[in-house]
């Protein structure tokens, strides 16, 4: 058997080459940076471990390519011009797991669909594990989950691209706007990434996207719609959420996530838990006893009549306007991080009404400042995150919301936006906050 390249590792990577050990692969396991505990735990199985390396390794059958590897990374590339293989993490899982899939992608809403489609399924006693791009890899529930279990897995567009036999019962894309231009290139490429959900599909599977856009696989498009006198997948009307073939489940008030963007997460969850076979009524009882996610406009604190609000996974401008949708009163906005190559304007221009005052921290704090400059919203430029908090802290009024939404990744001073919302937390506390 040829060796197996594992590119990457953070979770995922770790799991697909703890995995592919088990399966007898001779591993070799590299990163660019110096992959803490990566050594002590894929050692002792076997793994050659090589970080930090970009270096290629020469007869490789099998590349098993991390979300944050780019294709064009020099092992990978290599490889491919070898004749290797190159798969996601999530393809691998899919070759070795019988469970049943609900997949989720989209720019923006996937943690909260995936969190909330697990939690109806769960709350209505059919065992499901939500997993995938969240946070939990697909690799490290093989040989672990029982095979009955229904696995929601949150998709990236970078999970998608390499992808081949990964198949869905029920799929949605929730939304396309730009995200990760600079590594996809283009609109079109990273579009094109998206639909690769479908491709697998069969025709009695649901595929749920928005229109004009069509499935990729033989599943028919399905749609969530504002309003529709009959629901295609899932629809509000007259106040309340409607899914197809069974008709109204909740009325929006009895449904506790707060802003517009909510009411297409919950239309996707819902249709996605009908077609897993849940009735009417336990779809409203799971949608009643959800919780927000963590680092989702969680709320964190409050001091004074001054709300702290987490949304550090809020990493690209749309995700933004969200939450200025969800909270359209007194924000205090803190924004900034590492920027992906979408424009801050239409961000700033909306930013103009609710923002009372922008805290702009990190590699992107410039950028953003020309930006809000030119829509004339009151900001200022700050160093890091908790200088950002201590501001706000200070210059909020009772009734403002002091939101962490930043609009960019993490990955300038931070390991990821988890890492970033509990540094906020932790800052709101510190000013206060309880």
């Not at 025709?203 to 529709?228: M, Q, V």
């Not at 909740?250 to 077609?275: K, Q, S, T, Y």
């Not at 802290?393 to 939101?403: F, N, Q, T, W, Y």
């Given at each position: 058997m040829p060796a197996a390249l594992v590119v990457g590792l953070g979770r995922s990577g770790r799991a697909a080459a703890a995995l592919l050990r088990r399966r007898g692969w001779d591993v070799v396991a590299l990163d660019s940076g110096a992959a803490p505990?990566?050594?002590?735990?894929?050692?002792?199985?076997?793994?050659d471990v090589r970080a930090p390396s970009a270096e290629p390794v020469a007869g490789v059958g099998l590349v098993v390519k991390s979300p944050g590897v780019p294709g064009e990374f020099a092992p990978v590339a290599a490889a491919r011009a070898a004749?290797?293989?190159?798969?996601?993490?999530?393809?691998?899982a899919a070759r070795e797991l019988p469970n049943p899939v609900i997949a989720i992608t989209g720019t923006n809403g996937k943690t909260t669909t995936t969190e909330l489609t697990g939690h109806l399924l769960n709350a209505a006693g059919r065992p499901a594990v939500a997993c995938g791009n969240q946070g939990t890899p697909l690799t490290g529930l093989v040989d672990v989950v029982d095979p009955g279990t229904w696995l929601v897995v949150e998709c990236s567009s970078f999970q998608l691209e390499d992808i081949e036999r990964f198949h869905a019962r029920a799929a949605v894309l929730l939304n396309i706007t730009p995200d990760h231009i600079d590594r996809h290139g283009t609109m079109d490429a990273y579009r094109a990434a998206k639909l690769r959900i479908f491709e697998t599909q069969e025709p009695g599977d649901l595929a749920i996207l928005p229109a004009p856009l069509r499935a990729t696989g033989a599943a028919p498009a399905r749609r969530l719609a504002a309003h529709a006198g009959v629901p295609d997948a899932a629809a509000w009307e007259e106040g309340g959420l409607h899914v197809a073939r069974i008709g109204h489940i909740i009325d929006w008030d009895e449904v506790p996530l707060r802003?517009?963007?909510?009411r297409e997460n919950v239309m996707a969850a819902a249709?996605?838990?009908?077609?897993?076979?849940l009735t009417g009524p336990e779809i409203a009882a799971g949608l009643r006893s959800f919780r927000a996610v963590p680092h989702r406009l969680e709320p964190v604190g409050e001091r004074g009549g001054v709300l702290f609000v987490n949304d550090s996974k809020a990493t690209n401008p749309d995700a933004v306007l969200a939450a200025l949708d969800a909270y359209p009163e007194r924000v205090r906005l803190i924004a900034g991080g590492r920027a992906k190559g979408t424009p801050f304007?239409?961000?700033a221009t909306a930013a103009a009404g609710p923002v009372?005052?922008?805290?702009?921290m990190g590699e992107a704090g410039p950028e953003l400042a020309e930006a809000?400059?030119?829509?004339?919203?009151?900001?200022?430029?700050?160093?890091?995150?908790?200088?950002?908090?201590?501001?706000?802290?200070?210059?909020?009024?009772?009734?403002?919301?002091?939101?962490?939404?930043?609009?960019?990744t993490s990955f300038d001073q931070f390991g990821g936006y988890e890492e970033r919302g509990d540094a906020f937390r932790a800052a709101a506390r510190e000013a206060g906050a309880a």
């Amino acid at each position: 058997m040829p060796a197996a390249l594992v590119v990457g590792l953070g979770r995922s990577g770790r799991a697909a080459a703890a995995l592919l050990r088990r399966r007898g692969w001779d591993v070799v396991a590299l990163d660019s940076g110096a992959a803490p505990g990566a050594r002590e735990e894929l050692e002792p199985l076997g793994v050659d471990v090589r970080a930090p390396s970009a270096e290629p390794v020469a007869g490789v059958g099998l590349v098993v390519k991390s979300p944050g590897v780019p294709g064009e990374f020099a092992p990978v590339a290599a490889a491919r011009a070898a004749g290797a293989a190159v798969w996601s993490e999530i393809e691998l899982a899919a070759r070795e797991l019988p469970n049943p899939v609900i997949a989720i992608t989209g720019t923006n809403g996937k943690t909260t669909t995936t969190e909330l489609t697990g939690h109806l399924l769960n709350a209505a006693g059919r065992p499901a594990v939500a997993c995938g791009n969240q946070g939990t890899p697909l690799t490290g529930l093989v040989d672990v989950v029982d095979p009955g279990t229904w696995l929601v897995v949150e998709c990236s567009s970078f999970q998608l691209e390499d992808i081949e036999r990964f198949h869905a019962r029920a799929a949605v894309l929730l939304n396309i706007t730009p995200d990760h231009i600079d590594r996809h290139g283009t609109m079109d490429a990273y579009r094109a990434a998206k639909l690769r959900i479908f491709e697998t599909q069969e025709p009695g599977d649901l595929a749920i996207l928005p229109a004009p856009l069509r499935a990729t696989g033989a599943a028919p498009a399905r749609r969530l719609a504002a309003h529709a006198g009959v629901p295609d997948a899932a629809a509000w009307e007259e106040g309340g959420l409607h899914v197809a073939r069974i008709g109204h489940i909740i009325d929006w008030d009895e449904v506790p996530l707060r802003g517009r963007h909510n009411r297409e997460n919950v239309m996707a969850a819902a249709a996605l838990a009908a077609h897993a076979g849940l009735t009417g009524p336990e779809i409203a009882a799971g949608l009643r006893s959800f919780r927000a996610v963590p680092h989702r406009l969680e709320p964190v604190g409050e001091r004074g009549g001054v709300l702290f609000v987490n949304d550090s996974k809020a990493t690209n401008p749309d995700a933004v306007l969200a939450a200025l949708d969800a909270y359209p009163e007194r924000v205090r906005l803190i924004a900034g991080g590492r920027a992906k190559g979408t424009p801050f304007g239409p961000l700033a221009t909306a930013a103009a009404g609710p923002v009372v005052h922008a805290y702009l921290m990190g590699e992107a704090g410039p950028e953003l400042a020309e930006a809000f400059a030119a829509a004339r919203v009151p900001h200022a430029v700050v160093p890091t995150l908790a200088d950002a908090v201590r501001a706000a802290a200070d210059d909020a009024r009772p009734g403002e919301v002091v939101l962490l939404s930043p609009a960019c990744t993490s990955f300038d001073q931070f390991g990821g936006y988890e890492e970033r919302g509990d540094a906020f937390r932790a800052a709101a506390r510190e000013a206060g906050a309880a």
